[in-house]
């Protein structure tokens, strides 16, 4: 059953995805073939812890490796929970703020919403993106805060700032799961676009 059936919708939600099927529509009268990869929040975070773990390995060997702890963890474990809430919603920022770039109506393309049920926040943008654009703008929060916190702590010895940077890793696991299923795609189409799905987690591949 689809995520979309197993909860309740939104008012903004349910105008979102009217507006999604009506996209959809006009792309398959185009002569678009629509194939559908999105998964459920439960699978989409099992993907999430075995997608990341290998990165959480090579970063806690290579920060104990090469890094010399400051021990700034635990005297900043208040500052480091505020921290982590904090960037929750700026996960999610960057995602629209890396998909308005390329999305053709820019900002107005983007928005937010929260699956209540499971407590998980979420971006999406209103238009189909070229795959390369799609993938960036699906990885850049993994990037930005998670890869370079670890970097930065396995460098500098900060624990706190490899904490940091592994739950973010974690966070974006499901984006990575995405790109995954994504990348696996293979496509005997000459243009291929990627939708972003407004409800669930995934997206929907048009090709012709």
């Known amino acids: 059953m689809s995520e979309k059936k197993q909860r309740k919708l939104t008012e903004r939600e349910a105008e979102r995805l009217k507006q999604f099927e009506k996209v959809s529509a006009e792309m398959e009268e185009k002569g678009y073939h629509k194939t559908e990869q999105t998964m459920s929040a439960v699978k989409a975070n099992i993907f999430a812890l075995a997608l990341s773990a290998p990165i959480l390995i090579v970063g806690f060997v290579l920060y104990f490796v090469i890094g010399k702890s400051t021990g700034d963890f635990y005297w900043n474990s208040l500052v480091f ?6 960037l929750i919603p700026v996960h999610e920022l960057i995602h629209g703020l890396t998909w308005s770039i390329y999305a053709p109506n820019g900002w107005k393309d983007i928005d937010f919403g929260i699956m209540a049920q499971y407590l ?7 238009s189909p993106l070229a795959k390369v654009p799609y993938i960036i703008g699906t990885l850049m929060p993994g990037i930005i805060l998670g890869i370079l916190p670890t970097v930065y702590a ?3 010895g900060s624990f706190m700032a490899l904490m940091i940077g592994l739950i973010m890793i974690i966070s974006a696991g499901g984006d990575m799961a995405i790109v995954m299923n994504l990348l696996k795609h293979r496509s005997a189409y000459r243009e291929l676009l990627v939708f972003d799905h407004p409800t669930e987690i995934g997206c929907c591949i ?3």
Do not use: G, N, Q, R
């Open 81 to 86: 929970l505020v921290v982590i809430v904090a």
């Open 120 to 126: 998980t926040p979420y971006c999406t943008c209103k």
């Open 154 to 156: 396995i460098l500098s």
């Open 206 to 208: 048009f090709e012709k």
